[in-house]
């Protein structure tokens, strides 16, 4: 079985640029949340959807951007980088809205210069 | 969303037992106590979750008291593998309501020495 995947691994950007972070969920699983873990601490949540809606929103700026397609992949946005966008951001999916484990991906480490 | 403490790191040698304990005062009669594993750039990985008691499973148990104020893994026989860092979470249990949030603190990063 495919885990999740997450596209691309790393990237580098400039300050004042925009990102787009792909997220192909498990087969199957219809929800999927975004966090940003900075080195040195643990994860945050930027956004939760299900079935293409969202469910749930961190404590991000609206800078920040996410949708959910009819295939249950999802891509994160972020405009107007900053130097503290700098992180390994992670895609996390799951089977349904209710309780049960959820699969992280690999992430998308992104260095903002 | 209940608050976790854990501490910072802590050192093992192989084939010990480890027990790490996360606090966790605020827990509210809902919530579940879940603790996710992460090695150096890698997403976490799902370990173990209970409600009350004791859960066990293929690798690691988890103890609750009857107060569910604090919670303890227990990983048997940590070998070099398991050092990582670990993390302890408090939040929605089943049901269709919950948004999926989890909240993680900074953990505890594990060293297991030869």
């Known amino acids: 079985d495919a885990g999740v995947t997450q596209s691309p691994t790393h990237l580098i950007k400039t300050r004042g640029q925009q990102v787009t972070l792909r997220c192909s969920p498990i087969?199957?699983?219809?929800?999927v949340s975004w966090y940003q873990q900075v080195l040195g601490q643990g994860p945050q949540f930027i956004f939760q959807?299900?079935?293409?809606?969202?469910?749930g929103r961190g404590n991000f700026p609206d800078r920040f951007s996410a949708r959910q397609f009819p295939n249950y992949s999802s891509e994160l946005n972020v405009n107007a980088l900053l130097l503290g966008d700098s992180a390994l951001y992670l895609c996390?999916?799951?089977?349904?809205?209710?309780?049960?484990?959820?699969?992280f991906g690999p992430g998308t480490r992104l260095t903002v210069l | 969303l209940a608050k976790t403490t854990q501490p910072i790191s802590m050192d093992s040698y192989e084939g010990q037992e480890v027990n790490i304990t996360c606090s966790h005062n605020?827990?509210?009669?809902?919530?579940?106590i879940t603790w996710y594993q992460q090695f150096p750039s890698q997403g976490p990985r799902f370990i173990i979750q209970?409600?009350?008691t004791k859960v066990t499973n293929e690798v690691a148990s988890l103890f609750i008291p009857a107060d569910r104020k604090s919670s303890t893994l227990s990983l048997p026989r940590v070998s070099l593998s398991d050092t990582a860092v670990y993390y302890c979470?408090?939040?929605?249990?089943?049901?269709?309501?919950?948004?999926?949030?989890?909240?993680f603190g900074q953990g505890t990063t594990l060293q297991v020495k030869p």
């Open positions: 959807y299900y079935e293409k809606e969202e469910r």
């Open positions: 209970g409600y009350k």
């Open positions: 087969s199957g699983h219809k929800s």
């Open positions: 979470l408090v939040g929605e249990g089943p049901g269709s309501g919950n948004t999926g949030k989890l909240i």
């Open positions: 996390a999916t799951r089977e349904g809205a209710s309780y049960n484990e959820q699969f």
């Open positions: 605020n827990i509210a009669t809902n919530d579940y």
